[in-house]
Antibody, heavy 125, light 107 residues
Framework: QLQLQESGPGLVKVSETLSLTCTVS??????????WGWIRQPPGKGLEWIGS???????YYNPSLKSRVTISVDSSTNQFSLTLRSVTAADTAVYYC?????????????????WGQGTRVTASS | DIQMTQSPSSLSTSVGDTVTITCQAS??????LSWYQERPGKAPKLLIY???KMETGVPSRFSGSGSGTSFTLTIHSLQPEDVATYHC?????????FGQGTKLEIK
């Protein structure tokens, strides 16, 4: 059974770098044609897609965050990570990792069928 | 980028009622539309994808409809456990985008 678990610091200082990790269990992150993604929800606001990573290494980012974001995979630990640079208070949010169904091969045109429980991050000076 | 507009932003209704939430896309997204339920303190959960396909385990009182730019989530016979915020999402093109959410409360 697929499980995703986010981890990382709950507090990050403004102007510094946020690093979060999603640990995947139940499937090998690099051996199957899946899209993995990061989504966040600022307090009182809607969901925002940050970016996605295809199992073979291709990455796709929201243009609104692209200059500050990197998503990468570590096959040895079955994890993928989010790095967000030059954090501001506007980056305060609950961050989720998620995955598409995997039933559509290399198509990104799919909903997020699986979600982690989320991790709350506060950016503060 | 495609903008998704949900309405209403919140509603209060009674157990047993039928609830309708709408989602409007800024351009044609074909059938690439999903709905998520976010219960308080929980992660979003996929309810419906491809406009009207039910995710496994979702009660049959939930249904989705629409095409092109206008979509609807309907909840029949509302139950107390349906208290949540509901989000629509388009995946016709990147960047994926979500509606601002509809908060559903029970009177």
């Amino acid at each position: 059974q697929l499980q995703l678990q986010e981890s990382g610091p709950g507090l990050v200082k403004v102007s510094e770098t946020l690093s979060l990790t999603c640990t995947v269990s139940g499937v090998s992150i690099s051996s199957s044609a899946y899209y993995w993604g990061w989504i966040r929800q600022p307090p009182g606001k809607g969901l925002e897609w940050i970016g996605s990573l295809y199992y073979s290494g291709g990455t796709y980012y929201n243009p609104s965050l692209k200059s500050r974001v990197t998503i990468s995979v570590d096959s040895s630990t079955n994890q993928f990570s989010l790095t967000l640079r030059s954090v501001t208070a506007a980056d305060t949010a609950v961050y989720y990792c998620a995955r598409l169904s995997g039933k559509l091969g290399d198509s990104y045109r799919d909903a997020f069928h699986f979600w982690g429980q989320g991790t709350r991050v506060t950016a503060s000076s | 980028d495609i903008q998704m507009t949900q309405s209403p932003s919140s509603l209060s209704t009674s157990v047993g009622d039928t609830v309708t939430i709408t989602c409007q896309a800024s351009r044609d997204i074909s059938n690439f539309l999903s709905w998520y339920q976010e219960r308080p303190g929980k992660a979003p959960k996929l309810l419906i994808y491809d406009v009207s396909k039910m995710e496994t385990g979702v009660p049959s009182r939930f249904s989705g409809s629409g095409s092109g730019t206008s979509f609807t989530l309907t909840i029949h016979s509302l139950q107390p456990e349906d208290v949540a915020t509901y989000h629509c999402q388009q995946y016709e093109s990147l960047p994926y985008s979500f509606g601002q959410g509809t908060k559903l409360e029970i009177k």
